[in-house]
């Protein structure tokens, strides 16, 4: 629980050809990033649970921070939707 992972850097060659549709490599790195926040509110909520009775202090700002880390993963899966709301109707295939 104590340790932090260490993140993996992206392949070079799938990153250098990448998806041929510009929305689709935001849309990966959204999730990708979403996926990360996620990781990071769960070992954060875990720190702040093992601290909360010996440091309340520390506690609470682990717990301030995986607040902050869930907002911005929501945030993040908010933008891909947007985008593919957005992507759908420019095609004409989608309601809104």
Known sequence: MNEM????????KVAA????????????????QALSLDAMFTELVGHAADN??????SAARY???????????RA?????????????RAQGGGAA
């Open 52 to 57: 909360y009775t010996k440091w309340p202090t």
């Open 17 to 32: 050809s990448g998806p041929p549709d510009p929305l689709a490599r935001m849309n990966e790195m959204l999730i990708a």
């Open 76 to 88: 993040s899966v908010e933008t891909v939707a947007k985008a593919d709301r957005a992507k759908r």
């Open 5 to 12: 992972r260490k993140p993996k850097a992206p392949d070079r």
């Open 63 to 73: 717990a301030r921070l995986a607040l902050r880390a869930q907002s911005n993963c």
